[in-house]
């Protein structure tokens, strides 16, 4: 069966949806690979690695012909209509924003797999590209954060004089918030964390972070299959309130919060971020998905002044954080994928099987139909 694989059209994308190493995997299942040519250029792999693995390089894929297309980013709906009914496709959906190309797979009778939509259980660990691609993002907020600080992270005890650490508070210790406190504290911060999802202090401390205990009703918090459920607006305005002292007290802020499905909450106000010390530097991961910080700007520096008139605070809306280190994201996202798609295959033939709970979950539209919940209901 053919499987094909695109250079990423989306501006600001660098990835791509296989590497050599999965090419070799895939075909030693027996599949047949069609990639076109230059799309492992961003991420270091040339054309030629991809033919030694066995891999038929082309100018230009005709989707309509492939029996799977495999990519990064949400495809759009002109590419989704293109596909051959009952051709299956793998990658990154976004189903909650992505409502015109969810319509066009279930249309076009495509069999789509959304990544995100893969239960995190732990068999499912090899194909989490939430968590692979988390990890890539979380360890670069740190890497934006320091490019930007004017000072040292690290202690400095010199003859010269003594440098103190710098102080960093990251909101949110999921898969990248705890990346970011490991970095972090491996560039010789002092790091301090808060989550609303009580289960996350163990993580923070194990990584040698202090948790910030907001005292907020933690039952409240906990949502269904280990994340986050909004909190009440009362509860959100406290976690602010409560925040304030310790926003104003850090040096490098980074915010990862998130709910599943929904709008990132507000954890920190404008009035917040001018209450750090001049100098300080704000980095929102969750930007893209409306952000944690207030008049944030996705892909975009702003200079906050500081309420004590003595210069700004960066306040960084961080976009497409992953493409930023394409080689090892596409190497993890790579893996992810194959992983999927192998799960799927049995003596060359991919045939899901939709009685595996893996597979089943992770099927956005399967003949013609909508399968995530979620998303059928916002399709009406
Ligand atoms: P996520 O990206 O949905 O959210 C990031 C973090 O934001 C979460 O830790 C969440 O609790 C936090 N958050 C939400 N609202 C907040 C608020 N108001 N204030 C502060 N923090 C807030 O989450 P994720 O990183 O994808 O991980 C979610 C959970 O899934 C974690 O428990 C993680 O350990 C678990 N997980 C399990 C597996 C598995 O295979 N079993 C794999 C990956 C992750």
Same mark, same amino acid.
């Given at each position: 069966m053919k499987v094909g694989i695109e @250079?990423?059209? @989306?501006?600001?994308e660098r990835r791509v949806a296989a590497t050599a190493e999965t090419v070799a995997q895939l075909v030693a299942l027996g599949l047949q690979i069609e990639i076109e040519a230059g799309a492992g250029t961003e991420s270091g792999i040339a054309d030629v690695a991809y033919a030694d693995a066995g891999a038929r390089v082309v100018p230009?894929?005709?989707?309509?012909?492939?029996d799977v297309y495999l990519h990064v980013r949400p495809l759009t709906p002109e590419v989704a209509a293109t596909l051959a009914p009952g051709s299956i496709s793998i990658g990154l959906g976004s189903p909650a924003t992505e409502l015109p190309t969810v319509a066009a797979l279930a249309d076009a009778q495509v069999t789509a797999f959304a990544l995100?939509?893969?239960?995190?259980?732990s068999r499912a660990q090899s194909m989490d590209a939430l968590s692979s691609q988390a990890l890539v993002a979380g360890y670069r907020t740190v890497i934006e954060a320091a490019t930007r600080?004017?000072? *040292? *992270?690290p202690l400095y005890m010199t003859a010269a004089g003594t440098i103190p650490p710098a102080r960093v508070l990251v909101l949110g210790a999921g898969v990248a918030g705890l990346q970011a406190i490991g970095t972090a504290k491996r560039l010789g911060a002092r790091v301090f964390a808060n989550d609303v999802?009580?289960?996350s202090a163990d993580e923070v401390r194990s990584l040698g972070g202090t948790f910030i205990d907001l005292d907020l009703d933690a039952a409240a918090a906990e949502g269904t299959g280990g994340y986050a459920r909004a909190l009440s607006e009362d509860r959100a305005v406290r976690q602010r309130e409560l925040l304030a002292p310790h926003v104003a007290a850090s040096d490098v802020l980074i915010t990862t919060a998130a709910i599943p499905?929904?709008?990132?909450?507000?954890?920190?106000t404008r009035e917040m971020i001018a209450?750090?010390?001049?100098g300080s530097v704000v980095i929102d991961l969750a930007a893209e998905s409306g952000?944690?910080?207030?008049g944030v700007v996705s892909g975009q520096d702003l200079l906050v002044p500081t309420a004590a008139g003595d210069g700004h605070v960066t306040l960084v809306g961080l976009k497409d954080a992953a493409s930023t280190m394409p080689s090892d994201a596409s190497r993890l996202y790579a893996k992810n994928v194959a992983n999927l798609l192998a799960l799927m295959t049995v003596d060359g033939q991919v045939a899901p099987? *939709?009685?595996d709970e893996v597979i089943a979950g992770a099927c956005l539209t399967r003949a013609g139909a909508v399968l995530h919940e979620p998303t059928a209901v916002a399709l009406g």
């Open positions: @250079r990423e059209r @989306r501006a600001g230009q894929l005709q989707l309509s012909e492939l995100e939509l893969v239960p995190r259980i600080y004017p000072r *040292f *992270f999802r009580p289960a499905g929904r709008a990132a909450p507000l954890l920190v209450g750090m010390r001049a952000g944690n910080v207030e099987d *939709f009685d």
